[in-house]
């Protein structure tokens, strides 16, 4: 029974874990007024016939805090990029000078701040989801190992671990967004 609990505890670890990783990769797209390659992590680019990730096709640096270059790997597809990037809705316009691709990132405005921060907050709460969701497999498991001989300490000693670990997870989501938050909101 001890390798079925220790099985539990590390679905349960596993679980939220992806959901802390989750939620930094949605952080990194929201875009705090400094240029990210990662704001172009969910561009697509119609190259050689198909759908292919931007960063397949093209080089993206970042040569100042408030511009991104985009070097393709090959010039022809320079319009297709350019395309991929207007399409993707990241509000930004494209600059090409048949070489490059440049972005530049505007700063945000006061309004644009909180709406990135009311967008960072939900990204936060659908990991506390994700989270509340492993905590509740894990409790249902006890509960089912409790019925199949499980003691009663021991059943009240494994909540109160699954409760440590979700409050744990949880404060992690919680420092993670106020980094962001304070990040969004610095001028």
Do not use: C, W
Not at 117 to 143: P, W
């Amino acid at each position: 029974m001890e390798d079925e609990i220790q099985m539990m505890v590390d679905e349960m670890n596993s679980a939220m874990d992806k959901a802390i990783e989750h939620l930094q990769k949605e952080l990194l797209k929201i875009r705090a007024g400094k240029a990210s390659p990662a704001m172009l992590s969910g561009v697509t680019v119609l190259a050689y016939g198909m759908n292919t990730p931007l960063n397949q096709v093209a080089n993206v640096t970042v040569p100042d805090a408030r511009t991104l270059a985009i070097q393709p790997f090959d010039k022809s597809i320079i319009q297709e990029i350019e395309k991929g990037i207007l399409q993707s809705n990241i509000g930004l316009t494209p600059q090409n000078d048949g070489e490059f691709i440049r972005l530049n990132i505007p700063p945000l405005t006061e309004e644009r701040r909180k709406n990135l921060v009311k967008q960072a907050n939900g990204e936060s709460e659908h990991a506390k989801i994700s989270l509340r969701a492993a905590r509740k497999d894990a409790m249902d498991y006890t509960k089912g190992l409790a019925k199949d001989g499980l003691s009663e300490d021991r059943e009240k000693d494994l909540e109160a671990l699954i409760q440590d670990t979700t409050n744990t997870y949880s404060k992690k989501v919680d420092d993670t967004l106020k980094a962001k938050e304070v990040e969004i909101m610095a001028i």
